[in-house]
């Protein structure tokens, strides 16, 4: 089992910056990518960013040069940086992690609310 732990969401003003952070605990050994997704009002949620054990991400189109993916694999932490936020950032923000092998498990955090004023 592994838990994650999300904290750093909050308002903040278009244009802003934020940096979500996600701690895992348990059997943090079996884990091989960890992702960020977001789920606004009435949406499905969707990726928004993640990185593997060797460090390569991927980001969805849109926060591609504004997002940074990060992970801190000794301390089992993944951070999401964000710039230049925008009132279509508004939502719900997961931390995911994802196993390896053949049939992954996912384990999600509870979620973090990020809110951007116009």
């Known amino acids: 089992q592994v838990q994650l732990v999300e904290s750093g969401g909050g308002l903040v003003q278009a244009g802003g910056s934020l940096t979500l952070s996600c701690a895992a605990s348990g059997s943090t050994w079996s884990i091989n990518v960890f992702g960020w997704y977001r789920q606004a009002p009435g949406k499905q949620r969707e990726l928004v960013a993640v990185i593997n054990t060797g460090g390569i991400t991927n980001y969805l189109y849109s926060v591609k040069g504004r997002f940074i993916i990060s992970r801190n694999n000794p301390k089992n932490t993944v951070d999401l940086e964000m710039n230049s936020l925008s009132p279509e950032d508004t939502a719900v923000y997961y931390c995911?992690?994802?196993?390896?092998?053949?049939?992954?498990?996912?384990?999600w955090g509870q979620g973090t609310q990020v809110t951007v004023s116009s």
């Open positions: 995911n992690a994802r196993e390896a092998g053949a049939f992954p498990r996912d384990y």
